[in-house]
C-alpha cells in the first residue's frame, strides 16, 4: 500500500511540474527528481 501511494504521488507530482514547468527545463526537474527519489525510498 505504501508502495502505491508513494507511485501516485510520483504520478501527481509528474503531472503538477509537467503543467508548470516547461518541458525543455530539464534541469529543474532532475533536481525535483533527486528531491523526490532519496524521499521514496526513506517511505519504503
Known sequence: KK???SMS???R???TILK???TN???FISIIYL???PID???L
Open 35 to 37: 528531491i523526490i527519489i
Open 3 to 5: 508502495v502505491t501511494k
Open 9 to 11: 504521488l510520483k504520478a
Open 41 to 43: 525510498f526513506v517511505n
Open 13 to 15: 507530482y509528474k503531472k
Open 20 to 22: 508548470i514547468i516547461p
Open 25 to 27: 527545463n530539464l534541469f
